[in-house]
């Protein structure tokens, strides 16, 4: 079923960019120790800490939309019907859809481009077309997933089953579990503390 092929492609890529930030986070504290002790960081640490992050964010992209966890402000609609609402959301995520779809093809076009012209970072000699093609199938998923949510509000459909199962085999709660509803910030809502 889509539903599950989407919800297993998004936590995938999202283990993959988690996996992406630790490795970055790692030798960004290995290149700081080694300069405090030897004064010879890591040789290219900047590229490769840059590579490693847009890496992370765009993988990490498809996982935020499917929970919803993109912050909304409900000033102007807080008092409205959850008929209403629910459009509104649907055409948010038609936005986001054809946002991401954009910026998806825009990378993969920049990324042929640097590809041909050779370009490559300044430290390290690093294909520059690889940071920009990184980034195009995490927002392509995104924009899929975006796609399927506004189709589903337009529809009143519940997004349970999209989000998937609330609890591993043991019982506990498993990376799987929905949040309720994007986090939203209103006027009646105490800043967080």
């Known amino acids: 079923m889509l539903t599950t092929l989407l919800r297993r492609l998004a936590l995938g890529f999202a283990l ?7 490795a970055t986070a790692l030798m960004v504290v290995t290149s700081i120790t080694l300069r405090a002790l030897t004064t010879r960081p890591i040789q290219g640490d ?14 990490a992209l498809p996982w935020c939309q ?7 402000v409900d000033f102007f609609t807080q008092r409205l ?32 481009s640097v590809a041909e012209a050779g370009e490559t970072s300044m ?21 899929l997933i975006a796609l399927v949510q506004a189709a589903m509000h337009f529809r009143g459909q519940s997004f349970a089953r999209l ?25 009646t809502t105490p800043p967080p503390r």
């Open 16 to 22: 993959v960019g988690v996996t992406a930030a630790l």
């Open 46 to 59: 900047v590229e490769l800490t840059q590579f490693g992050i847009a890496l992370c964010i765009s993988l």
């Open 66 to 72: 499917l929970r919803g966890a993109h912050i909304m």
């Open 81 to 112: 019907p959850e008929r209403q609402i629910r459009w509104l959301d649907g055409v948010g995520a038609l936005l986001m859809a054809l946002m991401c779809a954009l910026l998806a093809w825009r990378t993969t076009v920049g990324a042929l």
């Open 123 to 143: 430290i390290l000699s690093l294909p520059m077309w690889w940071a920009y093609a990184s980034l195009a199938p995490g927002l392509a998923l995104a924009a």
């Open 163 to 187: 989000l998937g199962p609330t609890a591993g085999p043991d019982g506990g709660v498993d990376l799987t579990t929905p949040l309720t509803c994007p986090v939203r910030i209103s006027s």
